[in-house]
């Protein structure tokens, strides 16, 4: 039987992907404790950062095991792996691929070799200059693939992990100090070896990773919420620049970089969970308030707002109480649906199969509605929503936005439609609304919705809206998730011939379309 291949295909429109994170990073140092299920609750507590694959990587000091596969949290693992993961370490990994294909050979955590014994390691984010990276692995160790490159891994994090692993004369730690002003882009990494554990965030802090305590340890985790989940409590966070180091010794913190924050506001808009806290903001009340901004930029006479669950379910709260406009669920959800490996033939799209959203007739028809989301992207969904509430009665559909029209795509770890794909370009919000069939679109502005993160703008990362890019990029040639992918780079072929080399487009195209 085929391994499944990871792609969710269970939304509204089969095949239509909206914005999709890179991964979850998780670890804990937590002697006496069961770190690999702790682990696991932490992934699971994070599977909406990425669906393709997981992993988790224990220590017992002497040794070091990593168990990952492609598919959800709860499908890669069960009792009898998670009990042969033992130790008092446990870094774990969610993936969505923003740079090297999904596929069971870049799922994380990746493997090398150390002076002292192995490393593994999983990362959040996209860095820009990995072929520079790649560069400075073949400068420093030949051509021939090494560890993970060898075995046929495509992606970003493999490059890390061979330059972390590569230097013999030196302590891990003290080659993360050398490697990590190396890094340029987002990154948020759990590390360890078969005694310490580490995490490190770009010093541009565009991703989130938190710092909690157990009891009897520690914990880092993208988000505040897979903290609540195994019981511990927030410290900090990590901050941008900042190595931290777990060991027998306790906790240290290092700075290998000076902090310039400009932390991703799409966090905010979608990509965490609304029981997260980013910067002492919650998530919830932060969309919430953009309902409100919404509301009071772009009023309409209607009967209902009903939210797309579930990414817009706090904005739409928001819009109804600043509209004094009742708010009603007019759309289910399938809570059940999970994944689905089955493609519906083209005659049962025909058909309109809705796995995911359903409208409820007698909620909805004859009502005017204010139908509120997060983002929109190409534009395929709103447009199957939009008729989708017609065919069910609705009398007006007005589709409000909670985050300024998407222009460009983001380098920093989010895979978003190239620039020619998305639907905002060239196109007024009046056009995009025609072109979905609402009666009326309205986005929220940039400021309104920075307003609601109660952020400083000069601290956020808004390129996704404004094309402003906070780190610089390289040239397109030299971007693209297929990047490791390219026979032209000076790595040569993997080993065992596990990926084919392939000419990648990826990102590297989405700058070429104006």
């Given at each position: 039987?085929?391994?499944?291949?990871?792609?969710?295909?269970?939304?509204?429109?089969?095949?239509?992907?909206?914005?999709?994170?890179?991964?979850?990073?998780?670890?804990?140092?937590?002697?006496?404790?069961?770190?690999?299920?702790?682990?696991?609750?932490?992934?699971?507590?994070?599977?909406?950062?990425?669906?393709?694959?997981?992993?988790?990587?224990?220590?017992?000091?002497?040794?070091?095991?990593?168990?990952?596969?492609?598919?959800?949290?709860?499908?890669?693992?069960?009792?009898?792996?998670?009990?042969?993961?033992?130790?008092?370490?446990?870094?774990?990994?969610?993936?969505?691929?923003?740079?090297?294909?999904?596929?069971?050979?870049?799922?994380?955590?990746?493997l090398g070799p150390t002076a002292g014994g192995t490393i593994?390691?999983?990362?959040?984010?996209?860095?820009?200059?990995?072929?520079?990276?790649?560069?400075?692995?073949?400068?420093?160790?030949?051509?021939?693939?090494?560890?993970?490159?060898?075995?046929?891994?495509?992606?970003?994090?493999?490059?890390?992990?061979?330059?972390?692993?590569?230097?013999?004369?030196?302590?891990?730690?003290?080659?993360?100090?050398?490697?990590?002003?190396?890094?340029?882009?987002?990154?948020?990494?759990?590390?360890?070896?078969?005694?310490?554990?580490?995490?490190?965030?770009?010093?541009?802090?565009?991703?989130?990773?938190?710092?909690?305590?157990?009891?009897?340890?520690?914990?880092?985790?993208?988000?505040?919420?897979?903290?609540?989940?195994?019981?511990?409590?927030?410290?900090?966070?990590?901050?941008?620049?900042?190595?931290?180091?777990?060991?027998?010794?306790?906790?240290?913190?290092?700075?290998?970089a000076p902090a310039t924050p400009t932390g991703c506001v799409?966090?905010?808009?979608?990509?965490?969970?609304?029981?997260?806290?980013?910067?002492?903001?919650?998530?919830?009340?932060?969309?919430?308030?953009?309902?409100?901004?919404?509301?009071?930029?772009?009023?309409?006479?209607?009967?209902?707002?009903?939210?797309?669950?579930?990414?817009?379910?706090?904005?739409?709260?928001?819009?109804?109480?600043?509209?004094?406009?009742?708010?009603?669920?007019?759309?289910?959800?399938?809570?059940?649906?999970?994944?689905?490996?089955?493609?519906?033939?083209?005659?049962?799209?025909?058909?309109?199969?809705?796995?995911?959203?359903?409208?409820?007739?007698?909620?909805?028809?004859?009502?005017?509605?204010?139908v509120v989301d997060d983002s929109i992207v190409r534009g395929?969904?709103?447009?199957?929503?939009?008729?989708?509430?017609?065919?069910?009665?609705?009398?007006?559909?007005?589709?409000?936005?909670?985050?300024?029209?998407?222009?460009?795509?983001?380098?920093?770890?989010?895979?978003?439609?190239?620039?020619?794909?998305?639907?905002?370009?060239?196109?007024?919000?009046?056009?995009?609304?025609?072109?979905?069939?609402?009666?009326?679109?309205?986005?929220?502005?940039?400021?309104?919705?920075?307003?609601?993160?109660?952020?400083?703008?000069?601290?956020?990362?808004?390129?996704?809206?404004?094309?402003?890019?906070?780190?610089?990029?390289?040239?397109?040639?030299?971007?693209?998730?297929?990047?490791?992918?390219?026979?032209?780079?000076?790595?040569?072929?993997?080993?065992?011939?596990?990926?084919?080399?392939?000419?990648?487009?990826?990102?590297?195209?989405?700058?070429?379309?104006?």
């Amino acid at each position: 039987m085929a391994r499944p291949d990871g792609r969710l295909t269970h939304d509204l429109l089969p095949g239509e992907k909206g914005p999709q994170d890179a991964c979850g990073v998780f670890g804990v140092w937590a002697p006496g404790e069961e770190v690999a299920k702790l682990t696991y609750f932490g992934l699971y507590a994070l599977q909406h950062r990425g669906q393709e694959s997981a992993g988790i990587a224990t220590s017992n000091g002497e040794q070091l095991l990593v168990y990952k596969d492609m598919g959800l949290v709860s499908q890669v693992f069960d009792e009898t792996a998670l009990n042969a993961l033992t130790g008092h370490i446990a870094i774990g990994h969610t993936r969505y691929s923003t740079t090297g294909a999904s596929t069971w050979e870049n799922a994380q955590p990746t493997l090398g070799p150390t002076a002292g014994g192995t490393i593994a390691l999983g990362h959040n984010g996209n860095l820009t200059n990995t072929a520079e990276l790649i560069d400075l692995v073949a400068e420093r160790y030949g051509s021939r693939r090494r560890g993970e490159l060898a075995r046929g891994t495509t992606t970003d994090t493999a490059v890390v992990t061979a330059l972390l692993a590569g230097d013999p004369d030196h302590t891990l730690e003290a080659t993360a100090l050398e490697v990590l002003p190396r890094l340029r882009g987002a990154f948020c990494l759990v590390f360890m070896d078969e005694h310490t554990l580490y995490a490190a965030r770009d010093p541009h802090g565009v991703r989130p990773l938190v710092l909690g305590r157990l009891e009897r340890g520690w914990v880092v985790a993208s988000e505040t919420a897979a903290l609540d989940i195994v019981g511990a409590s927030l410290v900090r966070e990590v901050e941008p620049g900042e190595l931290i180091t777990i060991d027998a010794d306790g906790l240290r913190s290092q700075h290998f970089a000076p902090a310039t924050p400009t932390g991703c506001v799409f966090e905010y808009v979608y990509l965490a969970r609304p029981d997260t806290t980013i910067a002492g903001r919650s998530v919830h009340a932060a969309r919430v308030e953009m309902g409100r901004v919404l509301a009071r930029e772009h009023p309409v006479e209607a009967d209902l707002v009903i939210p797309v669950p579930e990414s817009g379910t706090p904005a739409a709260i928001g819009y109804a109480a600043e509209s004094g406009i009742r708010y009603a669920q007019g759309l289910t959800k399938n809570a059940y649906v999970g994944r689905t490996f089955i493609q519906p033939s083209q005659t049962l799209r025909q058909l309109g199969i809705r796995l995911k959203l359903n409208p409820l007739r007698e909620v909805i028809r004859g009502q005017r509605l204010v139908v509120v989301d997060d983002s929109i992207v190409r534009g395929n969904t709103q447009r199957a929503l939009v008729r989708m509430l017609r065919e069910a009665g609705a009398a007006e559909v007005h589709v409000r936005i909670s985050s300024p029209p998407v222009q460009w795509p983001c380098f920093y770890g989010i895979d978003f439609a190239s620039r020619a794909e998305l639907i905002a370009p060239g196109l007024t919000p009046e056009e995009v609304g025609r072109s979905i069939g609402a009666d009326s679109l309205g986005y929220i502005t940039l400021a309104g919705m920075v307003g609601a993160t109660e952020q400083p703008a000069s601290q956020l990362c808004a390129a996704c809206f404004t094309g402003r890019y906070p780190i610089d990029l390289p040239p397109a040639d030299r971007l693209g998730k297929n990047l490791l992918e390219q026979s032209e780079l000076p790595l040569g072929a993997p080993e065992d011939g596990l990926a084919t080399l392939l000419g990648g487009v990826g990102g590297a195209s989405a700058l070429d379309h104006p």
